[in-house]
């Protein structure tokens, strides 16, 4: 399900370093110390630019947040072949978790990365991270990000990519996640909303009360109705039915519940908090 509203869409970010700061241990492969902080460096001012609670944490700093939205680790490889990959928790696998690894995939492509990709938790450390539980347990989307190999081709193309690189984190987010500062028209997408905390029904429900609030109470439920039938009367010149339709939608995925069912609770719902115009 797509469709299209003013959704603002907060979320609280962790980034992690991987092995930064250590100098004993597990310090991780060759530059890949370097690389982390520089990606942290250029992606942590960009997602709070774009309306994002941002925190970046070390290998072994104590976590910022018990309760937030998104956690990305990033790492650099060691094989000496190039390749790119990402880790997740699998048992089971979490559909958000393996959404957003996905999508960033496809972003750290688009933005020039010449591959390859190994197959994601190719290894168990990917899949049984440290960092999975219970730390960011109560996450809804979180992976790790194995950049590509630090041993191979590809150190050289991090390196003199680094915005691309961090780009590519940002683009991955604003498709799943969604960016509050970005463009007012945004698109939102089931696996997003899956993730949203309840407390954006509440914004939800005040975006259908923006649409509607011209048209008289009467009309409300006639009009929700309409948006499930697809007419198109005189009421369409004063709301944007394909808007309403999208955000009911997307408050029945949110709350669970048959999306035709949901019409009349709306309609309560706003006439609760608007003043209909007659």
Known sequence: MTGHCHLYVMASIVIQMGHVP???GATGTYREQELNRAIADRLA??????????????????????????????????????????????????????????????????????GPYRADNYTPALSNYYMWEPETSSFYWRFLAEHGSMHSSDEVWLF??????????????????????????????????????RSEVEKLLNDISRHISGIAAPEWENVIRMTYEGARDATASKVDLAAIKAVVDALALVIGVDPEGLAKAVVDELSKRTEPQP
Not at 108 to 114: D, I, K, L, N, V
Not at 166 to 194: M, S, Y
């Open 22 to 24: 250590r100098t004993s």
């Open 160 to 197: 003199a990519h680094l915005d691309d690189v961090a780009e590519a984190h940002v683009d991955a987010i604003g498709q799943v996640v969604g960016h509050p500062a970005g463009d007012d028209d945004l698109p939102f997408t089931e696996i997003q909303l899956r993730g949203m905390i």
């Open 45 to 114: 001012p960009r997602l709070e630019t774009l309306g994002h609670t941002v925190y970046v944490m070390g290998a072994d700093d104590p976590m910022p947040i018990t309760d937030g939205d998104v956690f990305i680790a990033l790492h650099g490889d060691s094989p000496s072949t190039p390749g790119a990959c990402v880790g997740y928790p699998d048992d089971p696998i979490d559909a958000d978790d393996k959404a957003l690894a996905t999508a960033w995939k496809a972003a750290h492509t688009a933005r020039g990365y010449p």
